[in-house]
């Protein structure tokens, strides 16, 4: 038991530090086009990042990969597709979020006091709680990162996905955040990587190669007509052998 626990000591440390190091990486990237406000809530959500991150554990079978934060998830807790209910039923997580330098009138950051349900968190850790126990079981056997941190808004308030920025600043993220998800699998050492969605399996197998399995499963976001016909059924049979 000691040594399982100071493994998993070990691997929080090491995402610790992957994480800050990322966190100040793609800070120093500009962003113009239709990007008016970044969020970085590896900055503001910092303490209850690093709460997350303390969940991890050696040796998991699965990494599931996300694309970037959304608006009423990682972008208000700092936990990957961390809708705020789930983050405080499921994983126990909850904690004061510090506000971002600049802010969108239209996208404010409430920490744990936001209201807004975030249908891709709520879908993706729902199924989750569905099939484990608890979250340490579910830590057991897998953890969850996204390939970029950072929220992207425009003007009117509208999201902005990381595909649809200007071709330098992608070029930009790809070299850094490729960069951290190989340090991320290297502390993990999962024996899969599942994509969620289209983006992120690219992304990871751009970054790893061929030197891991990479898998895909449907992306829960209510913006996928697939995912609102019963996101939950597709992705378990997508998932047969993994969770």
Request: some cysteine.
């Amino acid at each position: 038991m000691a040594s399982t626990h100071l493994r998993s000591r070990s691997v929080t440390r090491s995402l610790v530090l992957a994480s800050r190091a990322l966190c100040r990486a793609v800070d120093a990237v500009e962003f113009r086009g239709e990007v008016r406000v970044v969020y970085n809530p590896l900055v503001y959500a910092r303490k209850t990042h690093e709460m997350y991150l303390a969940l991890a554990r050696p040796n998991v079978h699965a990494l599931f990969l996300g694309m970037n934060p959304g608006p009423f998830g990682m972008a208000q807790t700092g936990v990957p597709f961390g809708e705020v209910a789930a983050v405080r039923e499921f994983l126990r997580i909850d904690g004061v979020v510090k506000q971002p330098k600049i802010a969108h009138a239209k996208r404010p950051i409430e920490g744990f006091a936001c209201s807004r349900s975030e249908v891709s968190g709520r879908r993706f850790w729902g199924l989750m709680q569905e099939e484990f126990p608890d979250a340490n079981a579910f830590f057991r056997r897998a953890f969850v990162w996204n390939w970029c941190p950072l929220a992207f808004v425009s003007a009117s308030g509208a999201n902005i996905t990381p595909d649809k920025l200007l071709a330098g600043e992608r070029a930009a993220l790809e070299s850094i955040c490729d960069r951290s998800l190989a340090r991320i699998v290297k502390a993990l050492q999962p024996k899969v990587i599942v994509g969620v969605g289209g983006f992120a399996t690219l992304a990871a197998r751009r970054a790893l190669g061929e030197s891991i399995d990479v898998r895909t499963v449907l992306h829960p976001s209510p913006a996928s007509p697939a995912a609102n016909r019963g996101w939950s059924a597709v992705a378990r049979k997508q998932l047969v052998g993994i969770l």
